[in-house]
């Protein structure tokens, strides 16, 4: 197997070392309610794929079967791409909504990893072979993906071995971030692991506004707790604490950051705290 090829399932093997889980979990699927294939003239799509960085300094021209084989897909809230264990033969570029991806347990913990936006490509892992998934994917909230089949882009890659070379930088990128969160989540205190998570959704969904900034997801005080491995009444009591000290304050049924430094501050304060506090 070339060593691209390999660099692309790489990074998921570092996980097993934080969480081993054997899915036995009979999670009923669900059904994708539209589909749709889209044209060459569709330009919009037609150029998200030509600015993906998995396909740079390939010819646009030589794109076209690989676009040409794409299906829009509208996921509802909940609905999974993929489960544990599953053999898939699909990559997937996110149009609208948000991917979650993550792991579950057998008896239905889970753990997320990231949360992909709009523009970005996941399910790479089916390109290296019929190895099953170690992760869940599902959609947070209505979203909807273009489809496209593995064999298309294998051909690419046969003929564009630069192909290879793209995936495997993205995947090193993917692989420090992954990297960042099991040190996180294994070394730091609760509340450092906390304000990590919301920088990190800051970054990716944050409004500026004046005064601070507003996360522009739906996020529980569970679902942080979900997120940075901690109780809920542990994360609720970290959140009145910021919101006292004027860092972080709820408004119009959103989290709004008021001292973005203070955040930084705390993830670069690494102290031999309990890990649970």
Not at 45 to 65: C, H, M, T, Y
Not at 73 to 95: M, P, Q, W
Not at 240 to 245: G, L, M, N, P
Request: some cysteine.
């Amino acid at each position: 197997m070339p060593v691209y090829k390999v660099a692309i399932i790489a990074r998921v093997d570092i996980l097993l070392f934080f969480l081993i889980l054997k899915s036995d979990c009979g999670f009923v699927r669900s059904v994708k309610i539209i589909e749709t294939r889209f044209m060459s003239s569709d330009n919009n799509i037609v150029n998200l794929v030509r600015k993906a960085p998995w396909f740079q300094d390939i010819p646009q021209e030589s794109l076209g079967p690989l676009i040409e084989s794409g299906r829009v897909r509208e996921y509802s809230a909940n609905e999974y791409f993929y489960y544990f264990g599953d053999v898939t033969k699909h990559v997937y570029c996110i149009l609208s909504g948000r991917v979650q991806v993550g792991i579950r347990s057998s008896i239905g913990q889970e753990f997320t990893i990231t949360e992909l936006k709009p523009g970005e490509w996941f399910g790479e892992a089916s390109l290296a072979g019929d190895l099953g998934r170690i992760l869940d994917a599902r959609a947070k909230g209505k979203t909807t993906v273009v489809v496209f089949p593995r064999a298309p882009m294998l051909a690419l890659g046969q003929q564009y071995p630069i192909l290879y070379r793209n995936l495997f930088l993205d995947e090193i990128n993917k692989a420090r971030g992954a990297y960042t969160l099991l040190g996180g989540m294994l070394f730091y205190p609760l509340r450092m692991r906390l304000a990590g998570r919301l920088l990190e959704f800051i970054a990716n969904h944050g409004e500026e506004a004046d005064g601070g900034i507003y996360l522009n997801v739906k996020l529980s005080q569970n679902d942080f707790a979900t997120l940075c491995m901690g109780s809920r009444q542990r994360v609720n009591k970290i959140f009145r604490e910021w919101q006292e000290a004027g860092i972080v304050d709820m408004r119009e049924g959103r989290y709004f950051v008021q001292n973005i430094e203070a955040l930084k501050v705390l993830l670069a304060d690494v102290e031999d705290d309990d890990p649970s506090e």
